[in-house]
C-alpha cells in the first residue's frame, strides 16, 4: 500500500489488531445464521509525511451504508459539545441570517438544529440513509452523498458556498483525503472558515488508545500531517484548539490559502509539541503493539476471573471502539453476557464478530450484574450519571483503556 495523501510506499507498522468485521456493521437476528465478512485491521505510519493510516481492505460505501446505526444524539455530552461549538462560531465570526453554514457528516442533524435555531442559513452532506432521514424529520435539509471535490463543484457552482464548513470527526473517515479536503477549498466562500475535529495522534498514542483504531477510521491524524494535506490542497490552518471530546481532540481552522484570518501562535506551538513528542520518529511508533496487547490481556484476566467467581459482567455502550477491543479480545457472550446502548436501532441487534446481544438499559436494570464494562470510555462520566441506579444493587464500574480500572 502506498500512503494515501502522497503516495509513499508504506513500510513502519503502528498495530496488527488481527481481524474483525467492521465495526459499525451490527447484525440482525435473521443474519446470525450467516456468516460475517472479516477484514484485517492493521496500521501503517508513512515515513514521508507522517500520515498513520489503516491499510485498505474495504470501501467507504460499504462501511457507511443504509443500515449504518451511529446516531449522535444519543450521547448528551455530544450535543452539549455541538450547542457550545455553534455559540462560539456565531460570536467568534460573526454569523447572521446572511450568512450560510455547512456540516460535512451532518449525521441526525446534532449539530444543525443549533444552527437552525439562531436563524442561520444552513444545510448538511449525510451519506448514510438512516441518519439523513432523521435529520429531515427535524427540518434539517441533507444532502445524501460522499463529499468531495465533485460535489463541491455543483454547490459552488449553484451559489451554495458555505461561510462556515463543521466537520467534526469526519476527517479520520475518509479513504480519498485529498479529493475531501480540496472540495473545502471550492465550498468555502473566500473569507470563510472551515474547522475540523478529530481525535488526536499524540493521545492515541500517549494513551494506548487501539480501540478507537477500526475500519472507519481510514487515518489517525496529527496537526503535522494535517496541516501538509491541508496545503496539497489549497487550505491554510490559521488555529488550532485542544478539546477533551473522544479522549483527546483537535479542533483546526482552515481557511483557503491566501484568506483574510491571521495564522495563531497555537499553531506553531502544537507542531513544536509533536515534533517533541517524536511524531516524526519511528522509533517512536515501536512499542505501540506490545501496549495493545498488555491492555488486552488484563481485560481478559479480569473476565476470567469475575466468571470464575460466578459474578455476571455487562457493558455499556455499543460503540465501534467497544468492538475493537471485544474483537481484538476474542471476547464472546460467556464472558460478556451483554451490552446495553440507548439508541433504538441498535437495541435487538448484535455486536459485529463477537454477536454479543445489545439490550436497552431497563434489561440492566432488571437483570442487576455484578460489573458494568463502560465501552465508550470518553464518556465515562455521563454513563455512571446516567445509571446511577446501578450502585443501589453494588454494581461497580469499569473501564479497560488506558489501564483495566475500576470506578467507585
Not at 436563524?119 to 451519506?127: A, K, M, Q
Not at 441533507?142 to 454547490?155: D, H, V, Y
Not at 492515541?204 to 477500526?214: A, G, K, R, S
Request: charged share 20%; hydrophobic share 45%; aromatic share 10%.
Amino acid at each position: 500500500m502506498k500512503c494515501r495523501h502522497c503516495q509513499s510506499p508504506l513500510q513502519l507498522s503502528l498495530v496488527d489488531l488481527a481481524t474483525s468485521p467492521p465495526s459499525n456493521a451490527y447484525l440482525r437476528t435473521d443474519q446470525l445464521d450467516s456468516p460475517e465478512r472479516w477484514y484485517p485491521l492493521r496500521v501503517l505510519v508513512c515515513e514521508h509525511c507522517w500520515l498513520v493510516q489503516t491499510e485498505d481492505f474495504t470501501q467507504a460505501d460499504q462501511l457507511f451504508d443504509a443500515d449504518y446505526a451511529y446516531f449522535s444524539s444519543f450521547s448528551d455530552a455530544w450535543l452539549k459539545h455541538a450547542q457550545a461549538y455553534v455559540t462560539t462560531m456565531i460570536e467568534r465570526f460573526g454569523l447572521s441570517a446572511a450568512h450560510r453554514v455547512v456540516e460535512i457528516a451532518s449525521n441526525d442533524g446534532y449539530l444543525l438544529q443549533y444552527v437552525q435555531a439562531a436563524g442561520i442559513p444552513c444545510y448538511g452532506i449525510e451519506p448514510t440513509a438512516s441518519t439523513a432521514a432523521a435529520a429531515r424529520a427535524k427540518g434539517i435539509e441533507s444532502i445524501e452523498r460522499f463529499f468531495g471535490t465533485a460535489l463541491a463543484n455543483e454547490l459552488a457552482t449553484a451559489g451554495r458556498q458555505a461561510d462556515l464548513i463543521a466537520a467534526n470527526n469526519v476527517l479520520a473517515h475518509v479513504p480519498d483525503i485529498n479529493d475531501f479536503v480540496a472540495g473545502f477549498a471550492r465550498l468555502l466562500t473566500p473569507a470563510g472558515v472551515a474547522t475540523f475535529e478529530f481525535p488526536h495522534l499524540l493521545k492515541l498514542l500517549e494513551h494506548c488508545q487501539f480501540d478507537t483504531i477500526y475500519h472507519e477510521h481510514f487515518s489517525y491524524l496529527s496537526l503535522t500531517a494535517v496541516a501538509r494535506i491541508f496545503k496539497a490542497n489549497g487550505l491554510q490552518v490559521f488555529d488550532v484548539e485542544e478539546w477533551p471530546t473522544h479522549g483527546g481532540s483537535l479542533r483546526v481552522f482552515a481557511q483557503r490559502t491566501g484568506g483574510p484570518h491571521e495564522v495563531s501562535p497555537a499553531v506553531a506551538a502544537m507542531l513544536a509539541r509533536e515534533t517533541q513528542a517524536g511524531l516524526t520518529q519511528r522509533d517512536t511508533y515501536h512499542s505501540f503493539q506490545a501496549r495493545a496487547e498488555a491492555i488486552k490481556n488484563a481485560f481478559v484476566g479480569f473476565l476470567l476471573e469475575c466468571k470464575a467467581r460466578g459474578e455476571r459482567v455487562a457493558a455499556y455502550g455499543a460503540a465501534a471502539k467497544g468492538n475493537t477491543l471485544i474483537n481484538f479480545a476474542g471476547i464472546r457472550a460467556d464472558l460478556l453476557a451483554y451490552v446495553v446502548d440507548r439508541n433504538p436501532a441498535k437495541q435487538g441487534k448484535f455486536l459485529p464478530g463477537s454477536r454479543i446481544p445489545i439490550v436497552s438499559p431497563e434489561h440492566l436494570i432488571a437483570d442487576q450484574p455484578a460489573w458494568i464494562v463502560i465501552l465508550p470510555w470518553n464518556l465515562r462520566d455521563e454513563v455512571i450519571g446516567q445509571m446511577a441506579e446501578a450502585r443501589q444493587w453494588g454494581a461497580r464500574f469499569v473501564t479497560a483503556i488506558p489501564d483495566l480500572a475500576v470506578h467507585a
